[in-house]
């Protein structure tokens, strides 16, 4: 385009050059078969997002990935994370208007794909591999490693880049390793917090067990007091907890779910308000990308049923296997409910931890520092210095992080 020519709508876009891009296979055969088109545009448009998908997680990645997390960004972060959700809202969605061809109407234009395939979607890949998707749980695409499929240098050289860098999943780990409060010295959370579990099952369990006249009744109880007292202990004992981790059963390292656990349970205080808002997005992500696999698993076996697939895999039987929690980047933070007690059993924190997950005026500070002299008595108050808190227009902020 010449200096002189002046910038519109269609050149803006390139939409000489987009709108070209829909060669129908059946229509150079001899043939038009009309519903090939709405094939190409719906793959077509999926990519589209697919590269939008990887440009937002790209910039989140670049976000976490420094030495210490600006948290001034942390809305950046889940306005950006948020985008993603919604994008896969909508690819899931999408699947709607292609179930619109019948099995019928596929079946006219599929010989025309030859090898073709899904599989070979070099962004599709790209994602998983930068939110963190396991290589040694993936499932075998025709008993060989997915990269096979991928021939030219410059896929491959992305695909290795994708997996020399830290995924979402790692920096997410080292970022939670850092929860604020966990190593404070007048709150020790990982052990109030077994004493409140151990209280929890006492009351709720436990007690109504030993009351029960039903003999019958009364071991169905207790074990299920046994059974909750083992998964709780499958966290508290952390080298229990290495054990699952080692098996691929759990992927946070321990710190890092102490942390997401606290912040699970302390949500409602000012300053994990965002990183508890950001773990539900990482779970929304999750979440959605399995219904996304469960909807093409759903269209594949409608359009082809048993039917080998276009790119030699065993189609519909490949796809089912890949719907499962080997698949899922975040399965740890799903499992946080699993560990969570009442309001009323969640241990109070100390007056200076709560000050240092709220915002508050300087008066509030003082009357709390006054409050505070039953623990300076005891020798468990530290002196904060000025690096832990910034003192801006009268309001006392801290970062997550530190």
């Known amino acids: 385009?010449?200096?002189?020519?002046?910038?519109?709508?269609?050149?803006?876009?390139?939409?000489?050059?987009?709108?070209?891009?829909?060669?129908?296979?059946?229509?150079?055969?001899?043939?038009?078969?009309?519903?090939?088109?709405?094939?190409?545009?719906?793959?077509?448009?999926?990519?589209?997002?697919?590269?939008?998908?990887?440009?937002?997680?790209?910039?989140?990645?670049?976000?976490?990935?420094t030495k210490q997390m600006d948290e001034s960004k942390t809305l950046l972060v889940l306005s950006r994370l948020n985008r993603v959700v919604l994008i896969?809202?909508?690819?899931?969605?999408?699947?709607?208007?292609?179930?619109?061809?019948?099995?019928?109407d596929f079946i006219e234009f599929r010989t025309h794909l030859a090898t073709a395939s899904g599989f070979q979607s070099l962004q599709f890949r790209l994602i998983e591999n930068k939110l963190g998707v396991k290589e040694d749980t993936r499932i075998k695409y025709n008993q060989q490693h997915y990269m096979k499929v991928f021939n030219d240098p410059k896929s491959i050289r992305q695909l290795e880049d994708s997996l020399e860098s830290p995924s979402l999943l790692a920096l997410v780990e080292r970022w939670l390793e850092r929860t604020p409060g966990l190593g404070e010295r007048t709150f020790n959370f990982w052990s109030v917090f077994q004493q409140a579990v151990s209280r929890w099952l006492e009351d709720t369990i436990m007690t109504p067990a030993e009351e029960e006249v039903n003999p019958l009744?009364?071991?169905?109880?207790?074990?299920?007091?046994?059974?909750?007292?083992?998964?709780?202990q499958s966290i508290f004992d952390e080298s229990?907890?290495?054990g699952h981790r080692e098996r691929g059963e759990r992927r946070l390292s321990h710190k890092a779910f102490q942390g997401a656990l606290f912040i699970s349970l302390y949500r409602d205080e000012p300053r994990f308000n965002q990183p508890y808002k950001l773990i539900t997005l990482l779970m929304d992500i999750d979440s959605l990308m399995t219904k996304w696999?469960?909807?093409h698993v759903m269209m594949v076996q409608r359009m082809i049923g048993s039917k080998v697939g276009t790119g030699g895999s065993s189609g519909y039987q490949y796809l089912r296997s890949t719907i499962s929690d080997r698949y899922k980047v975040f399965l740890d933070l799903f499992n946080l409910s699993t560990y969570l007690v009442p309001r009323?059993?969640?241990?109070?924190?100390?007056?200076?931890?709560?000050r240092r997950l709220s915002v508050l005026s300087t008066d509030q500070l003082m009357d709390d520092i006054h409050g505070?002299?039953?623990?300076?008595?005891?020798?468990?108050?530290?002196?904060?210095?000025?690096?832990?808190?910034?003192?801006?227009?009268?309001?006392?902020?801290?970062?997550?992080?530190?």
């Not at 296979?25 to 190409?40: N, R, V, Y």
């Not at 009323?344 to 709560?354: C, E, V, W």
């Not at 002299?373 to 530190?402: K, Q, Y």
């Open 217 to 232: 009744q009364k071991e169905t109880m207790m074990q299920e007091y046994q059974k909750q007292k083992d998964s709780f």
């Open 88 to 104: 896969l809202k909508l690819l899931v969605d999408q699947f709607q208007i292609l179930e619109t061809m019948t099995p019928l």
């Open 240 to 242: 229990v907890y290495n």
């Open 1 to 65: 385009m010449s200096k002189q020519e002046r910038l519109n709508y269609t050149t803006y876009l390139k939409l000489t050059d987009l709108l070209q891009c829909q060669e129908l296979c059946s229509e150079k055969a001899g043939a038009a078969i009309h519903d090939e088109h709405l094939f190409i545009i719906t793959h077509q448009a999926y990519e589209l997002w697919f590269k939008q998908m990887l440009y937002e997680i790209d910039s989140v990645r670049e976000v976490f990935n």
């Open 372 to 402: 505070d002299e039953n623990e300076a008595a005891n020798g468990e108050r530290d002196s904060e210095s000025a690096d832990e808190r910034t003192l801006v227009d009268g309001v006392v902020s801290f970062s997550i992080g530190d």
């Open 293 to 295: 696999r469960y909807n």
């Open 344 to 354: 009323a059993y969640i241990p109070r924190l100390s007056s200076r931890l709560k």
